[in-house]
């Protein structure tokens, strides 16, 4: 019982650091993104256009890392495919 208790916690552990440093880097760099990109288009104006759709796509692909963390760690808590490997001792 006590490999099994232990098994859950370290995959309660796991998935809670997984989100955690994933969304800390997703938010990191959508912040340094949209800084560099408002300061580009702060210094080249007319060069707004291609700067914005850019952006919106870095920012996309940056928010798919965080979402595929989130998947990550729900497969870690509901879905874990270690479980099998875990044994309860008598």
Partial sequence: ?????????ISIVA????IALAVMGAASAQGRAAASA?????RQPEAQGGINSSLIL??????????Y???VSLIILFANPFL????VLP
Avoid at 38 to 42: G, L
Avoid at 84 to 87: A, G, I, L, Q
């Fill in 84 to 87: 099998s490997y875990v044994t």
């Fill in 38 to 42: 408002f300061e580009a288009m702060a």
């Fill in 1 to 9: 019982m006590d490999n099994v208790l232990a098994f859950y916690t």
């Fill in 69 to 71: 963390a989130l998947a």
């Fill in 15 to 18: 998935a809670g650091l997984t």
């Fill in 58 to 67: 870095s920012l996309a692909l940056i928010e798919s890392l965080a979402i």
